[in-house]
């Protein structure tokens, strides 16, 4: 079994597995080169374009795991919706009931055919390498974010007001979006993909209470739905103040933004693997003071399981140079000696 596998089934390995959050994307040369002759949809879109930029960053660096290109966005069409990027995504919003009620729940697969292909072209290239892939959904109540605000938002506050004032709405939306992601990750994980993230990007806006009423159950059907079939991982940005609900998530691993030192969250989240957490702007310093960082959330990540990465998405302007002195750095770190 990989490192990363390993790891993320429990195992605290003698050197921490490492990937990032958005290592095939646009800090790339040879990412850019492409995005020059086609738009985002069309790299989605494209099965040979999608598998190659995702192989991209494998070729470049010792990577423990691909992650699959696409978007949280993806499976959405399939239900009826249209979706642009400008550059992020952008949706006619929907908010009411005539627009839920159409919305369709399709065949697992009618969902992205084009994103299983895919799966099944950088599996095929893995095997060989004994690099695992990672496949990924949105949660539902991030896709539910965007849907309903109409695009990207730094409060998503049209969002927030619409789950007040229309509850009912809200957990029918959830209700489809839910099944769809679940037909849509197993269809992954037949194709090929060894582990799974669930993304819950916007879910840190929330209350522990709203949290609990319109994720935490629609994130453990979708999670127990893949029991057994691969390890899960869940991703949520900013929510240190849900840990107590998260712990009790049907996954494997939990990855953790940088605002909160691993070794606390470990004493929230005892018995998961942690993924994280350096801040995605340690990248953008020197070398000596990224060393620095890395060697600090290193030694946070001691006493367990831990898959080193980002905090959250690696930054467009990081040179790719500071991300293959990070990966060897990681490789080099000895974790089973003393605790420092």
């Known amino acids: 079994m990989s490192l990363f596998l390993r790891a993320l089934h429990g195992e605290n390995t003698s050197t921490a597995p490492i990937w990032v959050m958005r290592q095939a994307g646009r800090?790339?040369?040879?990412?850019?080169?492409?995005?020059a002759k086609s738009s985002f949809l069309e790299m989605v879109q494209t099965p040979e374009l999608a598998a190659e930029i995702t192989l991209q960053p494998i070729n470049r660096f010792a990577l423990d795991a691909?992650?699959?290109?696409?978007?949280?966005m993806t499976p959405l069409p399939a239900m009826g919706i249209n979706v642009d990027f400008a550059p992020g995504p952008v949706v006619t919003p929907v908010r009411s009931v005539q627009a839920i009620?159409?919305?369709r729940i399709p065949q697992a697969a009618e969902i992205a055919p084009f994103m299983q292909k895919a799966i099944e072209l950088v599996s095929a290239e893995l095997i060989h390498k004994n690099i695992p892939l990672i496949g990924f959904a949105g949660a539902p109540l991030t896709l539910a974010a965007y849907l309903v605000q109409g695009s990207g938002s730094k409060d998503f506050e049209d969002f927030r007001a619409w789950l007040r004032l229309e509850p009912k709405l809200a957990h029918l939306l959830l209700e489809k979006l839910t099944e769809v992601t679940i037909s849509y990750?197993?269809?992954?994980?037949?194709?090929?993909?060894?582990?799974?993230?669930?993304?819950?990007?916007w879910a840190g806006l929330h209350s522990a209470r709203m949290y609990h009423e319109f994720a935490f159950p629609y994130n453990q059907r979708i999670l127990s739905a893949l029991q057994g079939l691969v390890p899960r991982i869940y991703l949520a940005v900013g929510a240190s103040h849900l840990y107590s609900q998260m712990s009790t998530l049907a996954c494997e691993a939990v990855s953790v933004d940088w605002r909160t030192p691993l070794q606390q969250v470990r004493l929230a989240l005892p018995h998961k693997t942690l993924q994280g957490n350096l801040d995605p702007a340690a990248l953008l310093g020197t070398p000596k003071t990224m060393a620095l960082e890395a060697q600090q959330v290193l030694e946070a990540g001691l006493g367990g399981a831990h898959i080193f990465n980002l905090g959250h998405g690696i930054f467009r302007q990081t040179n790719p140079d500071m991300l293959s002195r990070l990966i060897d750095q990681v490789h080099e770190f000895q974790r089973l000696g003393d605790t420092p």
């Open 185 to 201: 990750l197993q269809m992954q994980v037949a194709a090929g993909a060894k582990a799974i993230q669930l993304f819950d990007s």
């Open 66 to 72: 691909a992650i699959i290109f696409s978007d949280i």
């Open 101 to 103: 009620t159409v919305l």
């Open 27 to 35: 800090y790339l040369p040879e990412y850019m080169a492409i995005k």
